[in-house]
């Protein structure tokens, strides 16, 4: 029988021979034999078909090529309009133009467009009416607050908007914004800066001129007459720290540095006041009235040996403590 395999010869390259062989047995002894590995074995039961020949692929490439290239003169031949053609076609074109005209939108069964449907579903809904309720007030704007009343007996603060209103415990607000003393940021930011209690920004007062500040500060504010005593303590405030500040640069220092300490100084006496008013709270909820009074005492001499704040303590406990 005749065998035909496939093996890699010593050269490295892929050979394909036919070898005599009784059975496949004897093929792989004898392959064996001659060392060879076969990587595949076929029965040869007849002459080989010749394969079929290689086109080269640049012919194929540019036959293709050839064979687009005449369907699409055909194509360009056999659709191309002609010129009279063109012409007549032209005034059935401009007449259909000219005689265009806009449709009318069409209503629907009920007899409303679809614009009156879209302006129908986009109309908001008018609010229903504001309904007073304690801790609960509507600004000019619409806008509605709510915040729970405080204690009975008690006042609480709200800020919200640019305004100040007292709350009461009934729930009534009352509006106590301040009446603007300044109206430039810096001056503003400058009388935050000076009354006890008041946040300031000190990105609004840092970065400046030196000389702009100094010309800022050099004005002193002329009263009115119709200030309150509130507003006069706050003018004399402003006042004080702007004497202050000047004489601080006049020594050599800059505005910039005299800002940034104060503002070290609120943020230091702001968390010292607010640890040991921790401390207080709890020996308050622990029932430990007399040590809390004490720790407060404490807190308070703390305080003043550092140059802070004094220590500040909620109306309730104040009077708790002096009730004792």
């Not at 540019?62 to 063109?86: D, F, H, M, N």
């Not at 309150?228 to 004080?240: F, P, R």
């Not at 004490?294 to 403590?321: D, I, N, S, W, Y």
Request: proline letters at 7%; aromatic letters at 8%; hydrophobic letters at 35%.
């Amino acid at each position: 029988m005749k065998w035909r395999v496939t093996y890699r010869g010593k050269d490295g390259r892929q050979r394909d021979e036919a070898f005599e062989a009784e059975s496949r047995t004897a093929l792989f002894k004898l392959l064996e034999s001659k060392g060879i590995q076969a990587k595949r074995i076929e029965e040869d039961r007849g002459e080989r078909k010749a394969p079929m020949p290689k086109i080269p692929f640049k012919a194929v490439t540019v036959c293709a090529l050839a064979v687009v290239a005449i369907g699409g003169i055909t194509y360009w031949l056999t659709q191309k309009p002609s010129t009279t053609e063109t012409e007549a076609k032209k005034p059935t074109r401009q007449a259909k133009i000219a005689t265009a005209t806009p449709s009318a939108p069409k209503p629907d069964k009920a007899g409303t467009t679809n614009a009156q449907t879209k302006a129908e579903k986009s109309a908001k809904p008018e609010p229903p009416p504001f309904q007073k309720r304690p801790g609960t007030m509507q600004l000019p704007d619409g806008q509605i607050l709510t915040f729970p009343p405080p204690r009975e007996g008690e006042i609480r603060k709200v800020y919200a908007y640019g305004h100040l209103y007292e709350c009461d415990s009934e729930g009534n607000f009352k509006d106590i914004t301040p009446r603007q003393l300044f109206h430039t940021a810096f001056e503003g930011n400058f009388l935050a800066l000076a009354v006890e209690g008041h946040r300031f920004i000190p990105a609004f007062l840092t970065g400046l001129d030196q000389e702009d500040v100094k010309r800022i500060l050099e004005k002193n504010y002329q009263p009115i007459g119709d200030e309150t005593e509130e507003e006069m303590a706050q003018l004399k405030a402003y006042d004080d720290m702007r004497c202050a500040a000047l004489q601080y640069m006049e020594e050599g220092g800059s505005f910039d540095d005299f800002v940034m300490d104060f503002a070290n100084y609120e943020k230091k006496s702001r968390e010292t006041n607010a640890m040991c008013l921790r401390e207080v709270m709890t020996l308050c909820k622990e029932g430990k009235i007399q040590e809390a009074k004490e720790m407060a005492e404490a807190a308070t001499k703390l305080m003043a040996q550092q140059g802070l704040r004094p220590f500040k303590l909620p109306p309730h406990v104040k009077a708790a403590f002096d009730s004792m």
